[in-house]
């Protein structure tokens, strides 16, 4: 900090070069030698004590000599007396930096102010905080370090931070029209590093934009070459767009960067959208709550981790597994090997797409978790190749919980197996995983840690019992067991045998003890938070004998708890036996609810759901009428949204575990339903939630039959059925005239899909206005401006759809997120087809990830449709073959066959062959005749041209659309039916073969 007179007070450490100390703005000398190594070390880990044993290790690299932790001491007076005694503490048998200024934390707060800046539009402000982080750098990261195996990860990701600052000041430069300034840094910054695109991309915009448009292609050309030659790549596609747009001088290129990074100052990759809602992060290791001893010899075999393809350690439980990893962790934080994503597992990961999840969150990883352990562990591998040569460990932590033959268990399998040579699977628990681990040990790529590993050696059982002050005998009868041995040094019984868990909870009041009970029920969730302490706190006080304080202070002093992040509990599961007879079977019931409904606040479905099964078990499911409704209310909420926001398998996963537990009861056929639905059983789906439609209308509940006949219509929609979805919309405004409002807002969205299905697309956005989305939630809300956009771009009103189609992305969830972000991507495609294929590859992806069948088979669709459009034959019709497949396996859904039969129209007009364009348009409108519907858009071009049955259809359509009116102008024209059209519509409305023969006959086409 700054004093009054300017000058800095206090003790600030650089080590961005050269390692600096100074002390009230005095650079004080640090002479060479370990000492100023092992102040770099406290430096790096200053938030957090780093551990004697940690120091050692770093210092002489795995291998200290005899007097190695007295010299240490040496170490750490030197440094104490070169910053001052107070900011060096000890703590916990390590030290730690105090009150120290370093110069990594202004870098990384610099960043965050630019993050700050930028976000809210503040250029001026970004471009000061990233000159600022910049100003810090007086060489490499750890430089006098270089060969030092502790100082290697941290110099590799600062010196990565430095040149993203740059290439984001760069993009910053350029927005303000300092092009030609930049050029000689950017080529001076090229010589170190050649293949570094983005700042390749930005060099090429500097000299196009200085009017040096040869230079700029010159400087493409010259690192295809070089990445052709070393590598056998060539690059990306976002520079081969920015080559595109500067060959053909797009006026793109002459406004700021803008967009996204990846874009290269062509445009935004993505526009009015974030991407999918984004997972969440699971954490890292706890820290418990009482003093333990450190165990060096056990981290040293756990450091073999990032060797090692597969690090198990498996014992019992109390054991101290989690404890062993979290120290490894923090060890690993000191003196970096590589990095550690910790993955701790609950008895939800039994479901491949929630292990999954959690896996893909702790890598940082956004989007939609893909549809099979397949499709996730590509996901995962591609990641973590992503980012080599940094070695990165996956922790599975209770690994134990992914039980034998489920999802979860395969996904570890098959993750193991497919790991990139950069990536480690290390798992922790009670049993040994289902892993291959016999060829694994042959080649000396297994490290194992098992019970007898972990058991407490003499010298570490003296060594515990001197730190919690306690005789060594009183230990004896604990034989090693690290969780008895802990029993034993709090509680004041003799026989650890009888595990004194009644003299341990003897010396508590009744509602400490009942509080404790209340929350070893929910061991099975990551942590109690104050939310879930809150909600079960009323359960504990009918104890009525005292008051209770917060989470910390109930569990204050006792073994076998860890505190998580945020200052919450977690349990071990060994207290659950001792606290049992607290809480009747009725009050464990309350308490998986009144935690349940806490977590259903949050959206967490499933977590909500296991507790709430867990309540029905608790007292018979028959007479516990409290439970049964809970359960019931979490379908009816679960199944409310259009797109049910959980995985295919979570949603098989509840099923299975309800098994014939409210048999009969509407809830239960609904989610047998939306089973159906998630595993694209579009026939039962439909016949089970009309079922549940008519069970809940008897019962008098007309929002739970609202919420299935809203699926049963947009099935009906999916499917073309006109006749089930005529029969549905019925039902559905006899609910809406009795008052339910959700019958009314899917009724009237039903009216405007149907609108559009039958070309009354004016009407469909007259019937979309009158309705009031103000506190509609977000699903329905998506789903009413796709609707929007839908019938807006058959109307031609493209900027409209645009509009339309960004608030559909934005108020998304993550299941129909990829079907609004394609309807953000058709728009687009309207004003303009050649950017958009490639926001198209996106989507497709995104479709792919979600396992939606219905919205991957309508994005290969207008994928390939419009590769064909464009005249990229070859790439179209590798897509084909896919249509193709889904057709043939879906014989009783027309979707997939109308899909198809368009897109073969589309490849014969690309090849020149107009005769079997013709064949297949008529069999797209033999398809459709059920419902009336013309092949608008694009395809009315097609039908227009080939189909005299339809051109009167489509003359009348036009004369509302003028993307229509344009495009049958040309087509007009083309066919000798017209004259030659007046201005110059956009030439994207006409398919690349069509436009060649345009020009060909001397019209010509501007673009």
């Not at 040496?74 to 120290?100: F, M, N, P």
């Not at 299905?757 to 509609?776: H, K, M, N, P, Y």
């Not at 493209?798 to 953000?824: K, Q, T």
């Amino acid at each position: 900090m700054l004093a009054a007179n300017g000058v800095f007070s206090g003790v600030r450490l650089e080590l961005l070069g050269g390692v600096r100390v100074f002390v009230n703005g005095a650079e004080v000398a640090l002479q060479r030698g370990r000492h100023r190594e092992l102040l770099a070390l406290l430096a790096l880990r200053s938030s957090v004590p780093t551990s004697t044993v940690a120091l050692l290790d770093a210092l002489w690299e795995g291998e200290p000599p005899a007097s190695a932790e007295s010299t240490l001491y040496g170490y750490i007076s030197l440094v104490r007396k070169a910053i001052g005694s107070t900011h060096v503490v000890s703590v916990g048998g390590g030290y730690q930096l105090a009150d120290v200024t370093i110069d990594l934390h202004e870098v990384a707060d610099n960043q965050s102010a630019a993050d700050e800046a930028l976000a809210a539009g503040d250029a001026v402000l970004g471009r000061r905080a990233l000159e600022r982080a910049l100003l810090h750098y007086r060489g490499a990261a750890l430089g006098e370090f270089a060969t030092r195996t502790w100082a290697q990860p941290t110099a590799v990701r600062y010196e990565e931070l430095r040149l993203v600052t740059l290439e984001r000041l760069n993009d910053l430069r350029l927005e303000a029209g300092e092009h030609a300034r930049l050029i000689p840094e950017l080529e001076e910054l090229l010589t170190s590093h050649p293949f570094r695109e983005r700042l390749v991309a930005q060099l090429m915009l500097a000299l196009y934009r200085s009017g040096r448009q040869a230079e700029s292609l010159r400087v493409y050309a010259h690192l295809r070459e070089q990445l052709v030659e070393a590598l056998g790549i060539e690059p990306s596609s976002a520079l081969s767009q920015l080559e595109d747009a500067i060959l053909l001088q797009k006026s793109e290129l002459d406004r700021p960067l803008g967009g996204e990074p990846s874009s290269y100052g062509v445009r935004p990759s993505r526009v009015g959208a974030g991407g999918p809602p984004a997972l969440a992060h699971r954490g890292e290791p706890g820290t418990t709550l009482l003093s333990t001893i450190e165990r060096p010899h056990l981290v040293r075999m756990l450091q073999q981790r990032f060797r090692s393809r597969l690090t198990t350690v498996v014992a019992g439980p109390g054991f101290g597994k989690s404890t062993l990893i979290a120290e490894a962790w923090r060890d690993n934080l000191a003196a970096q090997r590589g990095t550690d994503v910790y993955v701790p597992c609950t008895p939800l990961d039994v479901n491949a797409s929630h292990f999954g999840e959690g896996i893909m969150a702790a890598l940082g990883l956004s989007g939609p978790v893909p549809p099979t352990v397949e499709a996730i562990v590509t996901s995962i591998t591609r990641a973590l190749a992503l980012r080599a040569p940094e070695h990165i460990a996956v922790i599975v932590d209770d690994s134990h919980l992914l039980l034998a033959d489920t999802g979860g268990e395969r996904l570890l399998a098959q993750l193991l197996a497919a790991l990139p040579a950069n990536g480690h699977l290390v798992t922790a628990g009670r049993r040994a995983p289902a892993l291959n681990r016999t060829r694994l040990r042959s080649r000396h790529e297994l490290t194992e840690l098992v019970e007898s590993d972990l058991r407490f050696q003499p010298d570490e059982m003296q060594h515990f019992a001197r730190i919690r002050g306690v005789a060594v005998d009183r230990l004896t009868d604990a034989d090693g067991w690290p969780a008895l041995s802990e029993l034993a040094a709090v509680a004041h019984g003799e026989t650890v045998r009888e595990y004194l868990w009644e003299e341990v909870l003897a010396a508590m009041g009744a509602s400490q003890r009942r509080m404790l009970a209340c929350m070893s029920l929910l061991d099975q969730l990551d942590a109690v938070d104050a939310g879930l302490y809150a909600a079960i706190e009323a359960i504990a006080l009918r104890a009525d004998d005292d008051v209770l304080a917060g989470p910390l202070e109930v569990v204050r002093g006792l073994p076998l708890v860890a505190l998580a992040q945020h200052g919450s509990v977690r349990m071990h599961s060994l207290w659950r036996s001792p606290l049992a007879g607290e809480l009747s079977a009725l009050e464990a019931s309350e308490v998986y609810i009144a935690a349940a409904g806490v977590l259903q606040s949050r959206h967490e479905f499933d977590a909500a759901f296991h507790l709430l099964v867990d309540a029905l078990d608790a007292v018979s499911s028959t007479a516990n009428n409290a439970a049964a409704a809970a359960v019931c209310a979490l379908i009816t909420e679960v199944g409310r949204p259009a797109h049910p926001p959980l995985a295919a398998d979570v949603l098989a996963g509840w099923d299975q575990r309800l098994g014939d537990r409210l048999a009969g009861v509407p809830e239960r056929v609904m989610l047998a339903g939306l089973v159906a639905r998630a595993a694209d059983d579009t026939e039962t789906a439909m016949r089970l939630l009309g079922d549940a439609a008519e069970a809940f209308e008897s019962a008098d509940d007309l929002e739970g039959a609202a919420v299935c006949l809203s699926h049963v219509g947009l099935l009906a929609f999916w499917r073309s059925d006109v006749v089930r979805g005529t029969e549905n919309m019925t039902r559905l405004h006899a609910l809406a005239k009795r008052g339910n409002g959700h019958a009314q807002l899917a009724f009237t969205i039903g009216v405007a899909m149907t609108q559009n299905v039958f070309g009354q697309d004016e009407a469909a956005l007259v019937t979309l206005d009158s309705i009031d989305l103000t506190g509609v939630d977000d699903d329905w809300h998506s789903s009413a401006e796709w609707a929007r956009a839908t019938s807006l771009l058959v109307l031609g009103r493209g900027d409209e759809a645009l509009r339309s189609a960004r608030v559909a992305v934005d108020r998304a969830n993550v299941v129909f997120w990829p079907e609004a972000e394609g309807r953000r991507v058709e728009a687009m495609s309207y004003l303009d087809l050649e950017s958009a294929i490639d926001d198209w590859w996106r989507v497709l992806a995104s479709s792919r990830a979600s396992g939606v069948n219905h919205h991957i088979i309508g994005h290969v669709g207008q994928l390939c449709m419009a590769l064909l459009w464009s005249g990229r034959v070859t790439e179209g019709q590798s897509l084909l073959i896919e249509l193709a497949d889904d057709a043939q396996r879906r014989p009783a859904d027309p979707y997939p066959q109308i899909i198809f039969d368009v897109t073969r129209a589309y490849e014969s007009v690309a090849l020149g062959d107009d005769e079997s364009a013709r064949r297949w348009l008529q069999s797209v409108r033999d398809r459709t005749r059920a419902h009336a519907r013309t092949p608008w858009g694009r395809s009315a071009v097609l039908a227009y041209g080939l189909l005299d049955e339809m051109r009167d259809e489509i003359e009348a359509a036009a004369k509302s659309s003028p993307y229509l009116a344009q495009s049958t102008q040309w087509v007009a024209t083309l066919f000798g039916r017209g004259d030659r059209p007046h201005g110059a519509p956009s030439a994207e409305v006409m398919p690349q073969r069509w436009r060649e023969r345009l020009d060909l006959s001397g019209i010509g086409v501007q673009g």
